[in-house]
């Protein structure tokens, strides 16, 4: 049919009569003779606005053949007038080699948005050329646009839906795959470390900063953010993370509902400044308590910082410490090896401070004195202006102390420190009521 009868016997904009419905069967026969050139603009177009699907070969080969299939799909539903577009399996295969891949649903939906976009365009393009009828072009365009977008909304939805299913089957076996890997490296089993990476998406030959994160408020471990799905436990790993400068993946491992392991990578990076951290933690507004350890190289490093981020941890729990806030290994270190067995501690501490070992105020203000004393290399100067002090009232509870220990503050000075230490972070745990406290000797 040439575009002159095809102009022929118009109807009314609204009324798909023959000169309409021609137009339509010219369109579709046309896709047909031009398949090649409808797939190719089509798969540029997604590949170009999604760059993530273009990177990978094996997506973008899989992408071309649900093009090809799906613009063949789309000719017999304008020829044939179908009620429904077919969809072919090569589509379904690509929804799901995407949601095993770990794409978001939006790419997947985009994807869809984009292809209907292609088609519509190249049709309206095409058939401005078939008549010189405006009329019968502007109703065979309205009609087009009308099917295609009711036929493509249903593809969309259908699937969408087979992208959530194997999304959460994918997502169930690899949490588990994930876990299990986790859980044989932390124990020292033996592993393939090719496929223990290719498992975790992690590399394992590289420097690792272990965190734990935790909270018990419910607001803050899940829940629906306008319709997405939110953690605010690996949204704080991630702002750490970020915070460090360092590109790499993070490996987040859901622990429970409360509770997160974290490996940050490090690069060539091997020390962190934990106060940096400590300032990010202490401005969020949900109760977020963060423990680290320290920057450890390789699959030994990758143990021995996650355990000594669950001894800052332990730490971290056992103090009455206002929270939230940010434990490091580098802090809390003999404290969290005395952590172990309290009752022990809490003697030991006793042994070394005295009467500056009993729970109450005026030993707390002691303590505390005697603490920067001692971290400011023992200068009275030093410590007055970090207490707001006069330096001789630093100098008065320096002399109080040394009477509640019973020798100089310069004596046993590691022991001291120790003890001290103790007390900031335990407090209560490892201290005695003031009736328990033995009088100060000599």
Same mark, same amino acid.
């Given at each position: ?10 109807? %009314?904009?609204? +009324? ?5 419905? !021609? ?8 896709? /047909? ?22 990177? +990978? ?16 799909? $789309? ?70 646009? $009308? ?17 959530? /299913?194997?999304?959460? /089957? ?21 592993? #393939?470390? =090719? +496929? !223990? ?6 590399? *394992? ?13 419910? #607001? ?72 680290? =350890? ?24 056992? %103090?009455? *410490?206002? =929270? ?8 809390? =270190?003999?404290?969290?090896? $005395?952590? /172990? ?16 070992? !009993? ?27 970090? *207490? ?6 630093? !100098? ?14 310069? #004596? ?23 009736? #328990? ?6």
């Amino acid at each position: 049919m040439n575009p002159h009868e095809i102009g022929q016997d118009t109807h %009314s904009v609204g +009324d798909p009569g023959p000169a309409t419905r !021609a137009l339509i069967e010219a369109v579709a026969d046309l896709s /047909t003779t031009r398949h090649a050139e409808i797939t190719q603009y089509m798969t540029e177009r997604i590949s170009a606005e999604i760059e993530a699907v273009s990177t +990978d070969r094996h997506t973008r080969r899989s992408l071309a053949q649900a093009a090809e299939e799906g613009v063949a799909a $789309m000719t017999r539903f304008l020829r044939d007038d179908l009620e429904e577009i077919e969809i072919p399996a090569a589509s379904y295969s690509l929804v799901r080699m995407l949601a095993r891949q770990g794409f978001p649903v939006s790419v997947v939906d985009r994807s869809n948005r984009l292809a209907q976009d292609s088609i519509m365009r190249w049709c309206l393009e095409v058939l401005a050329g078939l008549s010189d009828d405006a009329a019968a072009v502007m109703q065979a365009g309205v009609e087009i646009l $009308m099917k295609l977008s009711a036929g493509i909304d249903g593809v969309s939805q259908k699937l969408l839906g087979v992208y959530e /299913t194997e999304r959460d /089957t994918w997502l169930l076996n690899r949490n588990a795959s994930r876990t299990a890997r986790i859980q044989d490296i932390l124990a020292g089993r033996p592993i #393939e470390v =090719g +496929d !223990a990476e290719r498992t975790l998406g992690y590399r *394992l030959g590289q420097r690792h900063l272990g965190v734990i994160v935790w909270t018990d408020d419910i #607001e803050v471990v899940g829940g629906d953010r306008s319709g997405t799905e939110w953690n605010g436990l690996e949204q704080a790993v991630t702002t750490l993370a970020e915070h460090l400068g360092r590109g790499g993946r993070v490996l987040f491992e859901q622990f429970d509902e409360y509770t997160a392991w974290a490996w940050i990578p490090l690069g060539t990076v091997d020390r962190i400044d934990p106060r940096g951290l400590s300032g990010i933690v202490a401005a969020w507004q949900r109760p977020v308590g963060v423990a680290v =350890g320290a920057p450890q190289e390789g699959i030994d490093g990758f143990v021995r910082t996650h355990r000594q981020a669950a001894q800052a941890r332990e730490v971290a729990l056992t %103090s009455e *410490l206002p =929270g939230p806030r940010l434990v490091s290994i580098d802090e809390v =270190g003999a404290v969290a090896l $005395m952590c /172990t067995n309290l009752e022990w501690a809490r003697g030991w501490v006793g042994d070394v401070l005295g009467r500056l070992a !009993a729970d109450d105020p005026a030993a707390a203000q002691l303590r505390h004195t005697l603490r920067e004393f001692l971290s400011s290399g023992g200068s009275f100067v030093a410590t007055a202006e970090r *207490l707001h002090l006069h330096r001789n009232s630093v !100098a008065y509870r320096i002399s109080k102390a040394e009477e509640q220990i019973g020798h100089s503050v310069r #004596e046993c000075r590691l022991d001291l420190e120790n003890a001290l230490a103790l007390c900031h972070w335990l407090g209560a745990a490892v201290l005695a009521p003031d009736s #328990e406290i033995p009088p100060a000797s000599g």
